[in-house]
């Protein structure tokens, strides 16, 4: 679900489509539960299943890959998990600055999924000066006075924003002057950005409000049904129907 522009056309320059990069990740997950379980082959319908992506599909994005399986085989587990990494840009180390270091932010430094997946907390950055030198996470946290430096200094073009939604643009603004080129938002504000910066935005009261919005809608049909409107079973083909593929992912283009 598009919440604003996504600075990237529709197709990238390798001519996979966006809608397959967005999948890619989820390839990724279930291929690397199989790996760590030393699978050597997967079915594309099992790995599907995995994914939470419709078989058609999952074949078609492998075709952008140049990835076909073996007939009554399947694909090479551990070789997909090297080509979607190196497709995905993760066969290299990305070091990241997350910018606000309260709950969120001091949770997502102690997340250990980023460093496992290419993600290398570079430093940690707050406003508030109580908070310099303090360790999270193992890392010293730095004052925003020094952020340009900071990012200068490690060569990073990814940051994280996890402050205040106030305070959230002004942070953008600066660690893009300052060279970072994708950041993703977890502040509950529209980030306005030049050409050429990413921004994915993560909000899981939109989440909610999403389920929210389901539940309210499976109670009308239950209701319906026991008045002897659309039958119950009826109502959940239409959900199966819709499939995995319809969920809305927690991290969207901004
Ligand atoms: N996306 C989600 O699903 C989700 C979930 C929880 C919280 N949030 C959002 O994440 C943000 C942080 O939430 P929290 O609970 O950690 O808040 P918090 O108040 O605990 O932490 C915010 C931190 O940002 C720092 N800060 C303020 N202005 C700053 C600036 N200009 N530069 C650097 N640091 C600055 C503060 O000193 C503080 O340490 C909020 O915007 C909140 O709405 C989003």
């Known amino acids: 679900m598009a919440t604003g522009r996504t600075h990237r056309p529709a197709t990238r320059s390798r001519g996979i489509p966006e809608a397959t990069v967005a999948r890619l990740p989820l390839y990724l997950r279930a291929l690397t539960a199989l790996s760590e379980r030393s699978v050597p082959t997967v079915s594309s319908e099992e790995l599907a299943a995995a994914a939470g992506v419709n078989s058609a599909k999952l074949r078609k994005d492998f075709s952008y890959l140049g990835s076909y399986g073996t007939r009554g085989v399947g694909y090479d587990v551990e070789y997909l998990v090297y080509q979607i990494s190196r497709e995905l840009g993760l066969t290299q180390d990305w070091p ?34 109580a908070m310099a030198g303090k360790p999270v996470a193992g890392i010293p946290v730095q004052h925003s006075d020094d952020l340009e430096k900071i990012i200068q200094d490690n060569g990073v073009s990814i940051g994280v924003i996890a402050t205040p939604a106030g305070a959230a643009q002004a942070v953008c603004e600066r ?46 049909e239950v209701a319906a049904a026991s008045d002897g409107g659309v039958p119950a079973a009826a109502a959940r083909n239409e959900s199966a129907d819709q499939g995995p593929d319809g969920d809305m992912p927690a991290v969207m283009p901004a």
Request: charged share 15%; glycine share 12%; no cysteine.
């Open 175 to 220: 660690l893009v002057a300052a060279g970072v080129t994708s950041i993703l938002n977890f502040a509950p504000t529209v980030l306005s950005v030049p050409d050429g910066v990413d921004v994915r935005k993560v909000d899981l009261s939109i989440e909610l409000q999403i389920l929210a919005f389901h539940e309210q809608r499976k109670a009308g």
């Open 96 to 129: 990241v600055v997350i910018v606000g270091i309260g709950n969120l932010g001091a949770a997502l430094a102690n997340y250990g999924g980023f460093a496992s997946r290419g993600f290398r907390v570079a430093a940690l950055i707050d406003a508030d000066p």
